[in-house]
């Protein structure tokens, strides 16, 4: 439209920093996550200049591009990258920004939709298109490029691999959670904005915000060290778990030894196990092996066989190990999406 | 041929791309409304353990994981073919009554209502929520957050998380509430009450006060008469959490009422190579391309949908919410008998109504002398197998469909998602839209953004859900080409 309109305003408000939040492959929890700061939302307004938020404000990428590089101070990418399209909006992003941060489990490890790994391209486009209500009796899929009667019409290429915000950009700091509690968010942005201003220390480059240097169990109410295990449960299984003692010790797998702390428990506090959404704690170069090894100490057997069959009744070793992780993780994905064999 | 296109949309959650191509005179020929996404989760789930279902479709959408997380939780206990104690239903549907004060809250201020509050004709630059608060009052900017705030606490004090709930699984729920969490859960019940009404109030003094956004909502540009689909309970009242699904025709005759485990005798979904998102439609009526009436199998399913396929609200104050909305825009009834309103701005109105019924229900179980009970899960006994749940999300209803094996482990998993439902309304809106603004080659180009942009946002369409993807960039690009495939035009107010 008019191009010129916007650019006016943007040089007044040029004093302040410049901060971008962007959503590429998400579910959209973190942009709510944002707006949950509630009424600390206008001081983020006041403290910067916010010159993308799709999901929230009228924005234009054409102004992007137009900026200078490094112009934005900071921008905020959820989400993973998915398809060439987020690929090439995250580099845009990257070039115009001086930090870059991977907001939420999708940017930073792969998230839930990082699973998609375990399968190739063409699994993952030929379930969608013939699922049981699906209409499809000449097979069609979509097409980047489809000539339709009119003209041509592209779609963004589907990637043969999920991938986090760090194998597409270098990326300055990160903040976990799937999404980040509103609190950290706002406690990473106050630190954002004091370190601006002069008021407090940079963070270091490759520093996790609004996360603390433990583990989800240090965080947890419950007991811990009271009981070992012979078997596995599932939640569905038990009508009640004692509400005092630690769900682990209860033979109900769950992630809080191996995730990092920072959302306070809050799982295991309402009878849940946790999942994992805060990534792996400070120090864990594999999420999965410290899993596994965090439940091979409170099973009872001794011998490495008995506790192989203990383990063995964990009934997705895949999604327990590497739920939120495995895009991110050093196994990345499983060999069927590196075969891309014989696609259209 | 000539190409205009809109990338992407703002305000709406979730990306979206129209192309518009052009006729040698000038007109349109044809338009494309592309959802450039897909995620993939009908495959990633398979090989899951059941039981994770609510929590890792919750990843589908961040806006409505709640409405993920309850149909999962159905679905799952279909699949173990179990009834979940009385109190686990109570607490699952308070839980997602407070999810929907919240989140039409939202969609009201924030979202859609720019477009009325503040007027279709301001500056883009003032329609967003800054603007809302320009024209209403600062102090309903307290009252907006105070909503949202006190809603996402009602979630997690029952599902453990503000977004992304924990608690409700195959059975029941891992906890229950106590008393203090109830009282403090039944004030806000109360509180949002008033603040249903109030809303109603800024919506009579502001849009019907004002001739000419009547004449709006009237208008040819805005009307649809498809098909319309809704949960009812066993009075036919609109449920969001449980009941059968139940299709109006256009024509205002009650066309079948199912259980949804039977959605695949009614719905199948359509496929268009030029997107990643699938069209449903009847199936009983058929697939007859992007057209409206009684011969196309397009429907539609909207707090608009919800009321015009049920015979009222379940609770009194949203009771008479509803009935003064047809007497003021669809005095008569239709030849097959019930009143419709085909108006699609109207389901601004429509959600209103909703949240007013919300909120009357939010207090309804708060007061259950049972919502406190410790009696909130049931063990399976039965051998997984299939299972269907679904729920009303509040962009359309939402039908998680799973098969597992003998351990619960996910074989087959279909899911049929709010918003994909309105997919094929939308495109058509769209198109709508252009022909009635390009003429002769010449462009309405203001018109066509903000006729285009508020056709969209009265779905408040999240293609998080439906690309099983998400709200990031939902901007809109509009691409004119003409007669040769040439881009005359490329309209991005805002991206
Ligand atoms: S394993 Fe889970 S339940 Fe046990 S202490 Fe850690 S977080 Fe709490
Ligand atoms: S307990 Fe685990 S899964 Fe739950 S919010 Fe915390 S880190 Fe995430």
Redesign the interface.
């Given at each position: 439209?008019s191009p010129t309109a916007?650019s006016s305003g943007a040089a007044k408000a040029g004093a302040k920093p410049k901060l971008a939040i962007?959503?590429?492959?998400?579910?959209?929890?973190?942009?709510?996550?944002i707006?949950?700061i509630?009424?600390h939302i206008v001081e983020v307004a006041a403290a910067f200049d916010i010159v993308l938020w799709?999901?929230?404000?009228?924005?234009?990428?054409?102004d992007i591009e137009a900026m200078d590089d490094g112009e934005i101070t900071i921008t905020l990418v959820?989400?993973s990258m998915?398809?060439d399209?987020t690929v090439h909006?995250a580099r845009l992003l990257r070039r115009k920004s001086k930090f870059m941060v991977a907001f939420g489990s999708c940017a930073s490890e792969g998230?839930?939709?990082g699973?998609?790994n375990?399968?190739s391209r063409k699994?993952?486009?030929d379930?969608?298109?013939s699922?049981?209500?699906?209409?499809?009796p000449d097979g069609?899929?979509?097409?980047w490029e489809?000539q339709?009667?009119?003209?041509?019409?592209h779609?963004?290429e589907?990637e043969p691999m999920l991938r986090t915000l760090d194998q597409v950009v270098e990326v300055d700091y990160t903040i976990p959670g799937?999404?980040p509690e509103?609190k950290q968010i706002w406690a990473a942005l106050q630190a954002v904005v004091a370190a601006l201003n002069g008021t407090g220390p940079l963070p270091p480059r490759g520093a996790v915000l609004g996360a603390g240097e433990s583990t989800v169990c240090d965080e947890c109410a419950r007991k811990r060290d009271v009981k070992k295990i012979d078997r596995f449960v599932?939640?569905?299984?038990?009508?009640?778990f004692d509400p005092e003692i630690c769900l682990l010790e209860q033979g109900l797998p769950c992630n809080g030894p191996a995730t990092r702390d920072g959302?306070g428990a809050?799982?295991p506090?309402?009878?849940?196990p946790c999942?994992g959404?805060y990534g792996a704690a400070p120090g864990v170069v594999d999420y999965g092996a410290r899993l596994i090894s965090a439940y091979a100490s409170v099973v009872e057997a001794q011998k490495p066989d008995d506790i192989d069959k203990v383990l063995d009744g964990i009934?997705?070793p895949?999604?327990q190990f590497y739920r939120f992780s495995l895009a991110g993780s050093l196994l990345r994905s499983s060999k069927a999406a590196w075969n891309t064999d014989g696609e259209k | 041929m000539e190409r205009i296109t809109i990338d992407p949309v703002t305000r709406l959650e979730g990306h979206g791309k129209i192309e518009i191509f052009l006729d040698p005179d000038g007109e349109v020929a044809n338009a494309y409304f592309q959802i450039p996404e897909l995620r993939g989760f009908e495959r990633f789930c398979v090989g899951r353990p059941v039981e994770e279902m609510p929590t890792l479709t919750n990843r589908i959408c961040g806006v409505c994981p709640e409405a993920h997380h309850m149909a999962a939780a159905k679905a799952g206990d279909a699949v173990y073919h179990v009834d979940p104690p009385r109190t686990a239903k109570l607490l699952r549907e308070l839980l997602y009554s407070a999810f929907y004060v919240t989140d039409h809250t939202t969609h009201f201020y924030a979202l859609g209502g720019p477009d009325f509050v503040v007027g279709p004709d301001a500056p883009a630059a003032e329609r967003n929520i800054l603007g809302v608060l320009a024209k209403v009052g600062m102090e309903v900017g307290g009252k907006v957050i105070q909503a949202r705030k006190q809603g996402h606490n009602v979630v997690e004090m029952i599902g453990g998380r503000k977004i992304h709930p924990a608690t409700a699984v195959p059975g029941g729920m891992t906890q229950g509430i106590t008393e203090e969490q109830r009282a403090e859960i039944e004030k806000i019940g109360r509180w949002s009450i008033e603040f249903a009404q109030f809303s109603l109030g800024i919506f009579d003094q502001i849009v019907l006060g004002n001739d000419a956004y009547k004449e709006m909502v009237l208008s040819d540009g805005y009307t649809h008469r498809t098909y319309y689909m809704g949960l009812v309970d066993p009075n036919k009242k609109v449920n969001f959490y449980d009941g059968q699904v139940s299709i109006m025709s256009p024509d205002g005759e009650r066309v079948g009422t199912y259980a949804p485990a039977e959605y695949r005798d009614w719905i199948a979904e359509h496929v268009e190579p030029w997107t990643y998102l699938k069209f449903p439609y009847l199936k009983k009526v058929g697939w007859k391309g992007f057209v409206d009436g009684a011969d196309s199998g397009v429907y539609c399913a909207t707090p608009l949908s919800r009321l015009n396929t049920a015979e009222g609200m379940a609770t009194p104050l949203a009771q008479a919410a509803y009935e003064r909305f047809y007497d003021t825009l669809a005095p008569k009834p239709e030849p097959g008998g019930k009143r419709l309103i085909h108006h699609r701005l109207a389901t601004h109105w429509a959600r209103l109504v909703e949240l007013l019924y919300a909120a009357e229900r939010m207090v309804e179980l708060a007061t259950d002398p049972e919502i406190t009970s410790p009696n909130v899960r049931i063990v399976p006994t039965e051998k997984p197998t299939e299972g269907v749940g679904t729920v009303e999300a509040p962009r359309g209803t939402l039908t998680h469909h799973y098969v597992t094996d003998e351990r619960g482990v996910l074989t087959s998993v279909n899911l049929l998602v709010g918003t994909t439902n309105n997919y094929a309304p939308m495109a058509m809106s769209v198109k709508k839209a252009a022909e009635s603004l390009i003429h002769k080659g010449v462009v309405v180009h203001q018109g066509l953004l903000n006729r285009v942009e508020m056709a969209f946002r009265l779905y408040d369409p999240c293609f998080g859900c439906a690309t099983h993807s998400l709200p990031g960039e939902m901007p809109l690009q509009v691409a004119i080409r003409n007669a040769d495939g040439e881009v005359i035009e490329v309209l991005s107010q805002n991206c």
């Open positions: 439209m916007k962007f959503g590429a492959a998400s579910c959209g929890g973190c942009d709510i996550a707006v949950n509630h009424e799709p999901t929230i404000m009228d924005g234009k990428y054409a959820s989400g998915r398809t399209e909006l998230c839930i939709p699973l998609a375990l399968s699994q993952i486009i379930t969608a298109f699922t049981t209500s699906t209409d499809n069609i899929r979509p097409v489809y339709a009667p009119e003209g041509v019409l779609l963004p589907f799937c999404p509103s599932r939640i569905q299984q038990i009508a009640q959302c809050l799982c506090a309402v009878g849940a999942i959404c009934v997705d895949a999604g | -």
